[in-house]
C-alpha cells in the first residue's frame, strides 16, 4: 500500500535564546535560508540583556519571536510545542546552526 501526502508538512524550526546577541542572527539566517519549503521560524528569547530582542526583532514577520522576561524556560518551549500549526519541528541551541540541507525528508 502507497500512503499519498495530500500536502507537504510544515516544519518549525524553534530557536532557544538568552545572551547569544552575537550569535542570533546567524542562526535565524541558517534556519530561514533552508533548501526545505514551507518552514517557520520561531525565535524564543527568555529575557536577555545584551541587544538579542532588538535583532530579533529586526526580522519582522519573517519570524514568530516569543518574548518572555524570565519565565520558565521549559514550560516555555512547552508552550511554544503546543502551538505549532503542523507536527514536524526542529529545536535549534545556539551552539547549532543549520545546513542549508539540514531540512531534508
Known amino acids: 500500500m502507497n500512503i499519498?501526502?495530500?500536502h507537504t508538512p510544515l516544519v518549525s524550526i524553534i530557536i532557544n535564546n538568552y545572551n547569544y546577541g552575537s550569535f542570533i542572527a546567524q542562526a535565524i539566517d541558517s534556519a530561514?535560508?533552508?533548501t526545505?519549503?514551507?518552514i517557520?521560524?520561531?525565535v524564543v528569547d527568555d529575557g536577555s540583556t545584551d541587544?538579542?530582542?532588538e535583532i530579533i526583532t529586526s526580522y519582522?514577520?519573517?519570524i514568530t519571536p516569543v518574548l518572555?522576561?524570565?519565565a520558565d524556560k521549559p514550560q516555555l518551549i512547552m508552550q511554544v510545542l503546543l502551538q505549532l500549526r503542523d507536527q514536524l519541528f526542529a529545536f535549534s541551541t545556539l551552539t547549532i546552526f543549520f545546513s542549508l540541507?539540514?531540512?531534508l525528508l
Open 40 to 42: 517557520e521560524v520561531i
Open 36 to 38: 526545505y519549503s514551507p
Open 32 to 34: 530561514l535560508n533552508q
Open 101 to 103: 540541507k539540514k531540512l
Open 68 to 70: 518572555k522576561k524570565m
Open 51 to 53: 541587544n538579542s530582542r
Open 60 to 62: 519582522g514577520d519573517k
Open 4 to 6: 499519498v501526502r495530500s
